[in-house]
């Protein structure tokens, strides 16, 4: 069974430039997870789908963040424009019954992003 | 903010001796849960615990609930090199998913 797959795993941008991550969750997985990751810190949530439905997005900075799952499957994240602070790891993970459930999150390799 | 906190932040011990790292919070959960996170890669989930449970067992880990004080723990026996990594505790509730920063393990061989 394949994993959670984000691709590009790595993006070197200039500011102001945008920039979209994608993340193609395990076959089955209702719920997908965008975190934001910085140096020596634990993932932040970003933004929460249970199946096509943003049900928590309270962290997402959405003057320049937006996302979308529009089938229920797969999800993109974008960032317009970029700013040095961006500079992270993007962690997608997804789960079949939500973490709410007591249901396990499976986490993609992260794609890392440098704003120069 | 960040509301789960692991402690200590960075522990070093030698192959076949124990690490204990604890997971702090401060609001009510369903379940909290422990990960591992090696160098470069994501997240693997290593153990959940719900908040009516005490203790719990899988392979050389025990994780322990202390709900009355808002603590747990994750107790690795017999560590080994590969055991090297970040550990997070995670929990979830009425509040939005949070990890702590982490406890950074290292294992010397």
């Known amino acids: 069974e394949a994993g959670v797959v984000q691709s590009p795993r790595y993006k070197i941008i200039e500011k102001k430039q945008p920039v979209a991550f994608w993340c193609n969750p395990i076959?089955?997985?209702?719920?997908l997870y965008w975190y934001r990751q910085n140096l020596g810190q634990g993932p932040e949530l970003l933004i929460r789908?249970?199946?096509?439905?943003?049900?928590?997005d309270s962290q997402l900075p959405k003057d320049r963040f937006s996302a979308e799952r529009l089938k229920g499957v797969d999800s993109t994240l974008k960032i317009q424009p970029a700013e040095l602070g961006d500079s992270a790891v993007y962690l997608c993970?997804?789960?079949?019954?939500?973490?709410?459930?007591?249901?396990?999150?499976?986490f993609g390799p992260g794609t890392r992003l440098t704003v120069l | 903010s960040q509301q789960g906190e692991e402690d200590p932040q960075a522990l070093s011990i030698q192959e076949g001796e124990n690490a204990t790292m604890n997971c702090s919070y401060k609001?009510?959960?369903?379940?909290l849960q422990w990960y591992r996170q090696n160098s470069g890669r994501g997240l693997v989930h290593l153990i959940l615990?719900?908040?009516?449970?005490r203790e719990k067992h899988s392979g050389r880990l025990r994780v322990t609930l202390d709900t009355s004080k808002k603590s747990s723990s994750l107790l690795i026996t017999a560590s080994r090199a590969a055991d090297t990594a970040s550990y997070f505790c995670?929990?979830?509730?009425?509040?939005?998913?949070?990890f702590g920063k982490g406890t950074r393990l290292s294992v010397i061989a």
């Open positions: 993970a997804s789960s079949s019954l939500g973490t709410l459930a007591g249901d396990e999150q499976f």
């Open positions: 076959s089955g997985h209702n719920t």
């Open positions: 789908y249970e199946n096509e439905e943003a049900v928590d």
């Open positions: 609001t009510s959960i369903n379940n």
């Open positions: 615990i719900r908040s009516n449970e």
């Open positions: 995670s929990h979830s509730g009425n509040t939005p998913l949070v």
